[in-house]
């Protein structure tokens, strides 16, 4: 079999990976954001729930509870 095949056919599982599994609309400030089908396996192979909130707002609630604990 030739080498290009399975080139291509990582290509396109990572091209898989990243199309848009859902839009969501962020649960704090109402910002539409984008679930990839790689994250929503990630998710999911973690038993974790797809979050409910864009990127910016994950990543400050994140720091709130970090500054919280310490
Ligand atoms: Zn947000």
Redesign the pocket.
Known sequence: MPKTNLTSEIDARKHQDDAVRERRN?K??G?CFIITIGEANWYESRGLKIPA??P??RKKRRAMARNEKS
């Open positions: 962020c704090d400030c910002t909130r864009c910016a707002c």
